[in-house]
């Protein structure tokens, strides 16, 4: 059942109930206000009727042809009246032909405890009447008046029938002018909806006109177009991301390819194969680093849970880490320290960990220059830079090569990006070093920064969230 | 023959070097843009073997410099990306022929081979005579610096004149070039033309550059001559 047709049921069924509670209300109130009316008319009769009887006998009976007009207020004339004694004989009787008494047996009782007023067919007309006991000074008498009700009879059923006729159009109405409205309300929804069925992943600038009502349906479009821009903002990162990749991938395949196709031409001696061969596996070992890099990055953007956290000690991987670059760091004349107050635990995965310091350190053994020191830290802090007080552990690794440059800082940790386009590749590395020291930060929760040093050289600072319980 | 090989990746350069040496080439390297251009502005090369991705300046805007500089040695441009974009901004730069890596060497040589065999005549991406100037792959055409709104018809007939500067064209042979062999229309179609393209390409410079040879047929002049 569509919206637009619920509504337009509530609106009917909310009409017509309306319409029933406030008729019946109504009616009510028309019913009481004409009985009080009759009753206010009976009360005068009784009481001129008992005037009469106290200032001298009543003339006889008249018959009833003095039945006529009922408009206006009740004409003497056709006033129903009859004076009985108390055991119920008729003493006087008006207005009616009959001459039995207007009072049962049982009423005759029930005027004595009071005055009685009752509705009842007399001569097949309904009559408004009323019996009470009139206290002479001889002997008591008991008055009946009746007025006929056939006015307030007609008025109440003209009421009645004024609502059964007005109220199904009127809840008619209420249910159509639901619809219409409904349907005037809904449709910017429905063109809404259509553009969104429209659009497809492959118009990432395609976006849903914002009516300039200011009203909830804008706000749904604002909002629509707000998730657009965010998936059309993921779809470039996804697609650029894919092409770097491919190309990044491109270059290692290039060299390999070539290498071997080299190879086999004919007349190649046997060290220069070997030479080939040598190669070939260099362009393998980049192909597989890189394979293995990209492979992090994509698990990390899938959201899974990559990691394999236990507690580890940082101390004593930073002097692994050391240990690891020592023979590279020597053979380009550098020097590697480290500085590590305490076991600094932290919760995290090994491996990731130790991925993380091999490119920060391979890095800065890279650029440092010959004789200088890299300077590799640990130490327990509070977590910089809206952290909240956290307990964190960092880690610096610094250098005293030329620094990152200025314009490269912003990008540092983005995936592609080199300090040096050409230096970069010389070295074989495909810029995703710091990118991927990034997301092993952030996967940890932890937080990774870089900059220049004043006094010169790149350095790069990791926390990762303390063990909490050491 | 000898080669430039235009590429950053030093093993990929030193590759491409020892295979072109080995088929014969004598094989120079340059590793950034401005070296390239350099080495091509200063020795005559039979072909470039242009990287696309460079640092600094990138191979696309290489091998327009080397156009604009004159140089026509023909162009191969080596890419890592094969999108279709890279590939049409590659070749519309001036570039003469388009490999993506990973590629086979027995292709870069057969492909060398046409390139250098067509030679390196002037054949530059943009035309230009006597103040006129025309981008067949914008299609867009300017007098000086003012763009000329031309209809398809007229942009491939002044096409064709630039083609041909100062060469008389029958008007048999534009209507070959410019309308199809299907073509069954009037036959001064070709007069009613050249006087469309006159009104927008000479005319309102008050110049006569597009002149009638009587009898013959038309000629673009090298250089515009004031009208009279």
């Not at chain 1, 319409?19 to 009985?35: D, E, P």
């Not at chain 1, 550098?334 to 500085?339: D, E, G, L, M, P």
């Not at chain 1, 890095?363 to 440092?368: C, F, T």
């Not at chain 2, 870069?108 to 230009?128: D, K, N, S, V």
Request: net charge positive; glycine share 10%; proline share 6%.
């Amino acid at each position: 059942m569509s919206l637009r047709l619920r509504l337009a049921a509530i609106f009917a069924f909310g009409s017509a109930a309306l319409i029933v509670v406030a008729g019946l209300a109504f009616l009510w109130q028309l019913h009481t206000s004409l009985a009080a009316a009759l009753d206010s008319e009976l009360k005068l009769r009784t009481a001129a009727l008992a005037a009469r009887l106290a200032s001298g006998p009543l003339p006889p009976g008249s018959p009833a042809d003095q039945t006529g007009s009922h408009t206006g207020q009740f004409p003497a004339a056709e006033q129903v009246a009859q004076v009985l004694t108390p055991a119920g004989a008729v003493v006087y009787s008006s207005g009616i032909e009959g001459t039995g008494p207007l009072l049962s047996p049982a009423q005759l009782r029930q005027v004595a405890g009071g005055p009685l007023t009752f509705t009842a067919v007399i001569e097949g007309e309904r009559l408004r009447v009323l019996a009470s006991e009139l206290h002479r000074r001889s002997r008591p008498a008991i008055t009946v008046v009746g007025v006929p009700t056939d006015v307030a009879d007609v008025a109440q059923a003209r009421a009645r029938l004024a609502l059964l006729i007005g109220a199904p159009p009127v809840v008619l109405a209420a249910g159509l002018g639901g619809w219409l409205l409904t349907g005037a309300a809904l449709r910017p929804v429905g063109r809404m909806r259509r553009r969104l069925e429209e659009i497809t992943e492959h118009d990432a600038n395609a976006r849903l006109p914002v009516p300039a009502t200011g009203d909830e349906i804008a706000a749904l479009a604002v909002t629509m177009n707000g998730l657009l821009d965010r998936l059309a903002r993921a779809l470039a990162r996804q697609r650029a991301f894919t092409a770097d990749a491919g190309h990044e991938l491109r270059t290692p395949l290039t060299a390999l390819r070539a290498e071997l196709e080299l190879a086999a031409r004919p007349g190649k001696s046997r060290e220069a194969l070997a030479d080939a061969v040598r190669a070939a596996a260099g362009d393998a070992d980049r192909l597989i680093r890189l394979a293995e890099d990209l492979l992090l990055l994509a698990r990390a953007d899938e959201g899974a849970a990559f990691l394999a956290p236990e507690r580890i000690g940082l101390s004593s991987e930073l002097h692994a880490a050391a240990r690891r670059f020592a023979s590279t760091a020597a053979a380009r004349g550098v020097a590697i320290s480290v500085q590590a107050a305490g076991q600094l635990g932290v919760v995290a995965d090994r491996g990731r960990v130790r991925q993380a310091l091999d490119n920060l350190i391979g890095n800065a053994v890279r650029h440092a220059p010959p004789g200088s020191t890299v300077e590799v830290s640990g130490r327990c802090a509070v977590a910089t830079g809206g952290g909240g007080g956290r307990r964190v552990v960092a880690v610096e690794v610094r250098d005293h090569g030329p620094g990152f440059p200025r314009e490269f800082l912003p990008r540092a940790f983005e995936r592609f990006q080199r300090a040096d386009p050409a230096r970069g590749r010389a070295d074989g590395g495909a810029g995703l070093g710091l990118a991927i020291v990034a997301t092993i930060a952030h996967a940890h929760h932890g937080t990774v920064a870089a900059g220049n040093h004043p006094s010169g050289g790149a350095r790069v600072r990791i926390e990762l969230p303390a063990d909490p319980w050491p | 023959m000898r080669v430039l090989v235009v590429e950053d990746e030093m093993r990929t350069a030193g590759l491409l070097r020892r295979g072109l040496s080995e088929e014969g080439y004598s094989v120079d390297v340059a590793v950034d843009g401005p070296d390239a251009v350099w080495r091509v502005s200063e020795f005559s090369y039979d072909a470039v073997v242009l990287d696309v991705m460079l640092p600094g300046c990138d191979g696309i805007e290489v091998c327009r410099e080397l156009r604009s500089r004159g140089r026509w040695a023909p162009v191969l441009m080596l890419t890592a990306r094969d999108d279709l974009a890279a590939r049409v901004r590659g070749l519309d730069s001036g570039a003469d022929d388009y490999l993506a890596k990973p590629f086979s060497f027995d292709e870069l040589f057969a492909r060398l081979r046409a390139l250098i065999r067509r030679g390196a005549p002037e054949r530059p991406a943009q035309l230009r005579c006597g103040g006129l100037r025309l981008d067949p792959a914008t299609r867009q055409a300017w007098r000086g610096e003012a763009e000329l709104e031309l209809s398809p018809k007229e942009f491939a007939l002044l096409e064709l004149f630039l083609r041909h500067p100062g060469q008389v064209l029958t008007r048999t042979r534009i209507l070959e070039h410019v309308w199809d062999y299907t073509y069954d229309g009037v036959s001064n179609v070709v007069d009613q033309y050249v006087g469309y393209l006159r009104r927008k390409v000479d005319r309102p410079f008050g110049i006569t550059q597009l002149e009638t040879v009587r009898g013959v047929g038309y000629r673009l002049r090298a250089a515009p001559a004031a009208a009279g």
